[in-house]
């Protein structure tokens, strides 16, 4: 038994939110202390078989936290220290945000899964930019940049424009119009639309520069996305984001929440649809959804994605997770008789 494990109902007593407040002010309490240094130690797995390069950076390890866990980049060094091999920061918007109305966040312990509805809460460009000038970590640090809830969708451009130009110190972008807790965010994933926003930002020298895609988007509606990433010559494409679906089979009793539904529900569709993009494009592809252990990660190392990255897990799994993953994929690289992580990318196809 691990050590979150018996932590585990005491903090599941809290409200999601609360306890993760909680979790956040002890990793920022951590941060840039000996602690730091005696956690790393405890948790990174170094091996070179583990170390991706792309995306302009080397990654460490494939294994990174997803946007939405550290909104505001106030702990990038210790979840680094946690093991993991990146962390995406935000989605951070031009203006400070406090977001929908709590409660916005609930377990479904029964399925392993988490529905959120925050709205974008964050501290704003200016304030995380600055954290990102100052900041000392190990590992890249990608940055999920978010439209504004004030701002119409005919001014996302310079939205989102605002943005980049004071988060700039992040070693790669990401933008996102697919989060649902946005009213009309979603909208901009048409191609007209998303072709302006990326466009705006690539010419503004974004670079690296990827989009995230919905897991609700129709086939077509991902192809015409990815014509966008190829016509633009974007850099990647993170898959996927929360669903606003809801599977007939969830237990938990705050399935008829509204808002994104993430974690074990949404894996398979994940990996599902991280294949169908590895079929249409060459570009890297982070893998996000629904990914608790080493074989779950491992899927969607072979079905096409070069990253993979986890929020939920965090959750329900505790602050293990990266080394618990890292140590799974280096057994299943002997196992099928891989000389890295990159070798193992896109096996599948």
Request: charge should be negative; charged fraction near 25%; include cysteine.
């Amino acid at each position: 038994m691990k050590p979150y494990d018996l932590l585990k109902p005491l903090l599941f007593r809290l409200d999601a939110e609360t306890a993760h407040g909680l979790g956040h002010r002890l990793l920022e309490a951590m941060q840039g202390t000996p602690l730091e240094r005696v956690v790393a130690d405890h948790y990174t797995v170094v091996d070179s078989r583990l170390r991706v390069e792309t995306l302009g950076c080397a990654f460490p390890n494939p294994i990174g936290v997803a946007a939405g866990f550290d909104k505001n980049a106030t702990a990038p060094a210790a979840l680094a220290a946690l093991g993991f091999g990146h962390v995406e920061v935000g989605g951070v918007t031009a203006e400070p945000q406090a977001g929908n109305p709590r409660p916005r966040m609930f377990r479904l312990p029964e399925d392993d899964a988490l529905i959120n509805r925050m709205g974008f809460n964050n501290d704003g460009a200016d304030v995380v930019g600055e954290r990102l000038a100052e900041a000392d970590c190990r590992v890249p640090i990608g940055v999920n940049i978010g439209k504004s809830k004030s701002t119409p969708n005919e001014d996302a451009e310079e939205d989102y424009l605002y943005t980049f130009e004071r988060v700039g110190a992040g070693e790669y972008f990401v933008v996102n119009v697919s989060s649902p807790n946005t009213p009309g965010l979603r909208e901009l994933q048409q191609r007209d639309r998303l072709e302006s926003i990326l466009g705006t930002l690539a010419d503004a020298g974004a670079d690296p520069l990827l989009v995230k895609l919905s897991p609700d988007l129709t086939r077509a509606a991902v192809e015409d996305a990815l014509g966008v990433v190829e016509d633009l010559d974007l850099d990647g494409v993170i898959a996927t984001n929360t669903t606003t679906g809801r599977p007939p089979w969830l237990r938990g009793d705050h399935a008829d929440e509204t808002g994104g539904l993430s974690g074990k529900p949404i894996e398979d569709e994940s990996t599902r649809l991280i294949r169908f993009i590895a079929e249409r494009t060459e570009k890297p592809i982070v893998g996000v959804g629904g990914v608790t252990d080493a074989e779950g990660a491992y899927e969607k190392i072979r079905a096409g994605a070069s990253l993979v990255q986890l929020y939920t897990g965090l959750v329900y799994e505790g602050p293990s997770i990266a080394r618990d993953i890292n140590r799974g994929l280096l057994e299943r690289l002997e196992r099928d008789g891989f000389d890295s992580i990159e070798d193992a990318v896109g096996a599948d196809l």
